[in-house]
């Protein structure tokens, strides 16, 4: 059976994901514990990366390469799993695709909105996410009353990058970083990049136990989850494929991209390719 | 008048320089110290940067796009004024143009080659310079008897991009990276990135007066110069083309780009441009 408008996709189909690099990943990770049925392709554009330190123009063009590129593969939703990548492209993506496409942004800023009790929540994000200023756009549609505090950290995606996790330099980094925040009286704070549920524990610990810590990652396939629901698109016969039920693809060297995948989802990244998506 | 089998270029004609980002205006401003008169138009790949994590095929295929354009300007000769991109693509670029193009492994080689002592040099640069080996290949083409110790510096263009040019944070992640080059007693260090010499003032305190620093940036500009007067191709007559003598093209936005490049170079960058460099 076919969906809406949805071309040659069915419900078992795969779910195309994207993002700027490895990031995206932990969005992978939560829709492979969701939905634990569901084929998923996935493109990271490690030879584009980062994103988040480029303009809407590029990062519109970049994006647009890869969504043609993951419809090639009959997918029946497109999830951005890059804050970036959502808060830049994903209105000019929702325009040129017949496919359903949810970026991380939205969910993210749901769930903070629900979580909030003084209304002050604080975003951390790239500072292309950052100046966008699409958080607070989606937060104050769902809520009047809250306040938004937007703080750029560069320099946690190159930490993360180099494995530095839990350290007294990330520690330094993060307390510059979240000081101003802290002042402000945030209750909770958004981690809006994908790298950044990465150093949750150092982010935490800073933070506090009386601040809620809100992964657009984890909310995202939830809503995921939802839409799929939704449009009876969730897969529940088990794809049996073994190795071909996940697939991976990147603009760069697929070696290198499967040493970091491999750190940070268990399942075992089987096969990457590489494809020129200035192609597409 | 025209040299060899350079179509279209005479003495007037404008020097190209490419880069993955801004680090490459480090040989811009050596050059326009060394040759006042001489014409540049300056390629940052502000879209697709760095290169410094990413592999010799995808850096190779940016670089030749870069270069077609540039050829696009008849320029006298090309200057890659990027480590990452003269140990990866260099070769090949030779292979494909006829124009004179020069990088700034070569120039940095010699130079530490020369000034070394004890015969145990130190390359920091890139993961992608230090893992083609490159710096290791020329000195010993030059001297059989020298040591080539090298360490990749993956967090030092980030932190320099931050603007953490002196900063407890930099100096303990330098202290981590050179501690072994200190170690193994170097008395020469490389500064095999077009980046670290914003943080060369760091990196002198934590080496000691003892280590000389090499900045191929300078040594690229003396080879440059010595390649237009052996070829009769050094402009001798000023431009007085005001504001047209340098060039900048960036292949993301350009306001961005000028905000970095002035801090750096103190002409002022006076016009910078956005090309889709994809199309080349």
Do not use: W
Not at 138 to 157: E, H, M, Q, S, W
Not at 236 to 259: C, I, M
């Amino acid at each position: 059976m076919t969906f809406g408008n949805v071309c040659n996709a069915d419900e078992g189909s795969p779910i195309g994901v994207f993002d700027s690099g490895v990031g995206g990943l932990t969005v992978v990770k939560e829709i492979m514990h969701q939905m634990p049925n569901e084929k998923i392709v996935y493109f990271g554009d490690t030879a584009r990366v980062p994103y988040g330190s480029k303009s809407k123009d590029t990062v519109t063009r970049f994006s647009q390469q890869i969504v043609r590129f993951l419809e090639t593969f009959d997918v029946k939703t497109i999830v951005v799993a890059c804050n970036t990548a959502s808060a830049y492209a994903l209105e000019e993506l929702e325009k040129e695709s017949s496919i359903p496409i949810i970026g991380v942004v939205k969910p993210g800023a749901k769930a903070a909105s629900d979580v909030t009790r003084n209304g002050k929540i604080g975003v951390i994000a790239t500072e292309a996410t950052i100046s966008s200023g699409i958080y607070n756009e989606y937060i104050t549609k769902l809520n009047k009353d809250v306040t938004i505090y937007g703080k750029a950290c560069p320099l946690f995606v190159p930490l993360v990058e180099e494995g530095l996790l839990e350290d007294p330099v990330t520690d330094e980094i993060a307390r510059r970083y979240l000081t101003e925040l802290i002042d402000l009286d945030i209750d909770t704070l958004i981690l809006g990049c994908t790298h950044y549920p990465l150093i949750r524990s150092t982010l935490g610990k800073i933070m506090g136990k009386e601040v809620s810590l809100v992964n657009p990652a984890y909310e995202t396939a939830l809503e995921l989850k939802e839409l799929l629901q939704d449009r009876n698109m969730l897969n529940d016969r088990h794809p049996a494929l073994g190795e071909n039920q996940y697939q991976f693809f990147v603009s760069d060297k697929a070696e290198k991209f499967k040493t970091f995948a491999n750190s940070i989802i268990k399942y075992g990244i089987l096969s990457a390719k590489t494809v020129n998506i200035e192609q597409y």
